[in-house]
């Protein structure tokens, strides 16, 4: 771009306009700086020996989430929580997912085996245990048994409760006599095994006969 310039000069007494053209000098060029250039230095963040500069975000890992603040200093990060669902037990271990996705429902019993949704469980013959249709906890019925009526009880393979082979019994005095039957021990006293339950009725090995004072002889 050229410039005008208009010059007013005395010669001989008259004045006049004269108009030169003046070749403009060349500027120095500038250059432009790049964003980052530009950016005050203090404006920005430094995470885990990474800068970020103000307002940007970026995710370290999958499950952290942050932010640089408008004016730099400390990141902002947030981490996402991951549900822990006890009916899962397989998992789909995808390293760019935070929480795991579940591919499989089922039970873990106590005996530490994964079992699937209605499995029933018998690993002892008083407990049944079940897998519940969503999976989870399993479920386990004990069985009860009656009191045992001798002192000689014995347990069968696969049975829960003790039966007693040679029927109800008792001791008295180291020795084992049949419920129902009365036994004199001496010349006054009557002693009987009681086949049910009874005021002063034991059970088990330690069942004893019971002993009343009777007519002398």
Known sequence: MYMLIVTIVCMAGLWKEVSVVAKPQPQPQQKIKAASEIT????????????????????????????????????????????????????????????????????????????????????????????????????????????????DAIHKDGECCPICPNGPNCWLDGEIIEAGIKVPKDTCKLCECPASKGPHWTHGKHRRAICSMDKCD
């Open 40 to 151: 005050d230095p203090e404006h920005v963040c430094l995470y885990e020996n990474k800068t970020y500069h103000a307002g940007e975000k970026f995710r370290p890992d999958s499950c952290t989430f942050c932010h640089c603040p408008r004016h730099g200093g400390e990141a902002r990060c947030a981490v996402q929580d991951c549900f822990f669902n006890p009916s899962c037990i397989k998992f789909d271990n995808d390293p760019n997912e935070c929480c795991q996705r579940c591919l499989e429902y089922g039970c873990q019993h106590h005996d530490g085996k994964f079992y699937p949704p209605g499995a029933v469980i018998s690993n002892s013959p008083c407990e049944t245990c079940r897998c519940p249709r969503n999976g989870g906890r399993t479920q386990c019925i004990k069985q009860g048994c009656p009191p045992v009526l001798c002192v």
